[in-house]
């Protein structure tokens, strides 16, 4: 967003900023309604257990948007936002409708998007990322994230001839991932959300998906001796803190004795510590890197990159989709890899993130709240300390900060529109909002000072 219209909202919303306490019209009207509407006629509400309301302040969450620029949000009331917590699920990486992206998008919609020939940005784009990931060789494209783990892991199965995975982190919806709680709905619990049910994913493929625990050597090599046929191993590339050297070269080690694939996961961690992914900066030399989020700045694309012999695995079995070959999101991932290299977005965003982390650790301290900062910056995030009073405690800080106008969570996806100014704001009113919960954690006042339901990670049934 032009720099004079952001400073501008920004002035706005510092001059008001005791008046907004006061008076901001934070609930909105007509985004409660229309997702009550929505729980009627899609299960769930919605497409994506991230954006539900219930993740945040499910009574008061504006929960729909109407426009979004930079790092602003204007609801369907008309009231205007900060987005200091997740910023299109990781997506908008330099800020929402961002002005270069858009126009390369607006021109290649004007010259066709799907015909029955092939976009030329197919193939520009695939020779950039092997540019960007000079030890690889070869590239398919889909168009989200869970989709294109489940295209790697299937290469990763046919280039082994081995069914099993093992696995560490959050790797998405399919049923390659949720077959673990086959065998055990505890499965997924340090990796994703606890308790969830495998319905609908074959009983067949029980015991095909086994988990591991992140920087965990022992937990790792245990779960490998015990099944020798085990033929992928699929860990992130990080989320909120690094991987450990020794925890990678165990990894390496333990694939190439025994033959197996490593596929990285740097869809959420992807060209936000380093311009490519966090696998470069440890040196780690997996055999397929999948990418996405960040890549399109909010329009749909994701990638996988990897080793020619290996990818080649992929003319083996049959993998194709008609919007796999879509024009915008080749054309927007070029134009958002364009701004990322030019710009230095990734120096940007740890600069931003390390700014919050310092600010939380040292307002923390000042306020006497007890919270642990994560490392990994440009996906900062803070634990509370408190027990089974976190959720309770980290619904009243969403609450808070709503009211003064911001988007908050207990972590922020920083992009590039985030600017100092912005930063200062954000932590004027974190101080103020920790040393109101301090009060209220003193006086046993906490669920009093509620004004919604308490948050919920659970995935669960909407009535």
Known sequence: MALDLQKK???SLEENQLFRVMSFSYISKKGLSLWSQAK???????????????RYTSDIWPTYFSKAKGCFIWDLDGNRYIDMAQNGIGTAILGYSDDFVNRAVKRSIDQGINTSLNPPEEVELAKKL???NPKMGSVKFARGGGEAMSLAVRIGRAASNRDKVAFSGYHGWTDWYIATNLSSTKNLNEHLLPGLSPAGVPEGLKGTAIPFSYNNIKSLEDVLN???????IVIEGARYDFPKKDFLDAIYNEAKKRKIIIIVDEITSGFRKSFGGVYRDF?????????????GNGFAISALVGKTHIMSYAQETFVSSTMWTERVGFVAALATLSKLESQKVNEHLERIGRRISDGWESISKECGIDISVTEYKPLISFKLNYGDKNNLIATLFIQ???KRGFLAATSVYVTFSHTDEIIDLYLKNVKEVFT???????????????????????FKRLN
């Open 9 to 11: 909202i920004l002035w």
């Open 283 to 295: 040196d780690f030399d997996p055999d397929i890197v999948v990418f996405g989020k960040a890549l």
């Open 130 to 132: 092997l540019e960007i």
């Open 40 to 54: 009627e006629v899609i299960p769930g509400g919605n497409g994506l257990l991230s954006k539900r309301p219930d």
């Open 400 to 402: 808070e900060m709503q």
């Open 226 to 232: 015990q099944n020798q046929d085990i033929g992928v």
């Open 436 to 458: 109101l919960i301090v009060k209220w954690i003193n006086a046993d006042n906490l669920e009093n000072s509620l004004e919604c339901s308490p948050r919920s990670d659970m």
